[in-house]
T-cell receptor, first 116, second 116 residues
Framework: GAVVSQHPSRVICKSGTSVKIECRSL??????MFWYRQFPKQSLMLMAT?????????EQGVEKDKFLINHASLTLSTLTVTSAHPEDSSFYIC????????????FGPGTRLTVL | GENVEQHPSTLSVQEGDSAVIKCTYS??????FPWYKQELGKGPQLIID?????GEKKDQRIAVTLNKTAKHFSLHITETQPEDSAVYFC???????????????FGKGTLLTVNP
């Protein structure tokens, strides 16, 4: 399967600071990437779809000004959690489509964000 | 929109036994059904998927069956091993055209425990 990396794997920050999470597609060009959030013992919740060279599409209820997504290249998408608060503490996971006509979606290893 | 129900939420089996996890979906237009395995603190890993033009797919100890008429699909793991212990998620998607058709809808997950 496709290789997707995320950095950092875990981050602890103070309330009010901003945190940037990187997602890289290592072995193919990804025009579309997805960002998910997962709370403990829950399923994955899609936050937004990131399209290379254009604005991200956010799911209903997700604040676009709080969760800034940039997909400037075919191998990198970033999620910035602005002015983080304790309720933003969660497991953030990115995912990429394999490309072409396939539906296959591969996930990164996730980033554990803890906001104090 | 699509709704995916997954059962059971927890499943405990003895090593060597089989495990079956079932999912139902609501949108008859869905045509792609992947299964993911998620270990604690890690991102989901694609383990098998099936498209609506086939009724069954097998990969070593793992198999997936699909009943389009009844709108349900199942994951079968035979000869379970302790390392199979994880949370398993089913998902459904309509297809690979643009826009919202790219979205995966996930079930709520099944915690599988394989006892040695």
């Amino acid at each position: 399967g496709a290789v997707v990396s995320q950095h950092p794997s875990r981050v602890i920050c103070k309330s009010g600071t901003s945190v940037k999470i990187e997602c890289r597609s290592l072995d193919f060009q990804a025009t579309t990437m997805f960002w998910y959030r997962q709370f403990p013992k829950q399923s994955l919740m899609l936050m937004a779809t990131s399209n290379e060279g254009s604005k991200a599409t956010y799911e209903q209820g997700v604040e676009k000004d709080k969760f800034l997504i940039n997909h400037a290249s075919l191998t990198l998408s970033t999620l910035t959690v602005t002015s983080a608060h304790p309720e933003d503490s969660s497991f953030y996971i990115c995912s990429t489509m394999a490309g072409g006509l396939t539906d296959t979606q591969y996930f990164g290893p996730g980033t554990r964000l803890t906001v104090l | 929109g699509e709704n995916v129900e997954q059962h059971p939420s927890t499943l405990s089996v003895q090593e060597g036994d089989s495990a079956v996890i079932k999912c139902t979906y609501s949108d008859s237009a869905s045509n792609y059904f992947p299964w993911y395995k998620q270990e604690l603190g890690k991102g989901p890993q694609l383990i098998i998927d099936i498209r609506s033009n086939v009724g069954e797919k097998k990969d070593q100890r793992i198999a997936v069956t699909l009943n389009k008429t009844a709108k349900h699909f199942s994951l079968h793991i035979t000869e379970t091993q302790p390392e199979d212990s994880a949370v398993y998620f089913c998902a459904a998607k309509k297809g690979n055209s643009g826009g919202s058709n790219y979205k995966l809808t996930f079930g709520k997950g099944t915690l599988l425990t394989v006892n040695p």
